[in-house]
């Protein structure tokens, strides 16, 4: 029998300190995104995720990632992806261009003007997500935060 599926009296209970931390932690992954993108939209006129898309696109091989690739990398469904590609092809950050592997998928790629763009908004970004996440852990041992979270995510 799995661990999920054991009965109810062979679980123990949370202690108060866990059941704080299960608590916060559901409302930071609420909050802190919705904080870093009002920040970014009111400072930058730039969404998270507009943020994000093009931040991935900087980090890949030739500023180019497959979209489906891209939808994964940003935690968006491939049609919800399409959307925010297609607004920024429209405004000159991105554009699509056919995958040259197999010629059936696309690729979105980031512009120069997209990479300025993103450039522009870092500084904004970077205070944001200080001032909303990092400066709350100030003295704790953020390698091992680091490692935990990423256990977790994986």
Known sequence: MS???RSP??????????????RALGRVMYSLPRAIDADMVRERRLSLIEYLTMMHLSEA??????????SVACEMSLSGMTRIVSRMEKQGFVQRVKCEEDGRGWNAA??????????????TNLASVRRHFLDHLKGMDLKRLGAALQSIAT
Request: proline fraction near 10%; aromatic fraction near 4%; charged fraction near 30%.
């Open 9 to 22: 009296e062979a679980v123990e209970p949370l202690s108060p300190d866990e059941e704080t931390v299960i």
């Open 61 to 70: 091989p030739y500023r180019r990632l497959r979209m489906s690739d891209l």
């Open 110 to 123: 980031l512009t120069d003007l997209g990479l300025a763009r993103l450039q522009e908004a870092w500084p």
């Open 3 to 5: 661990d999920v599926t």
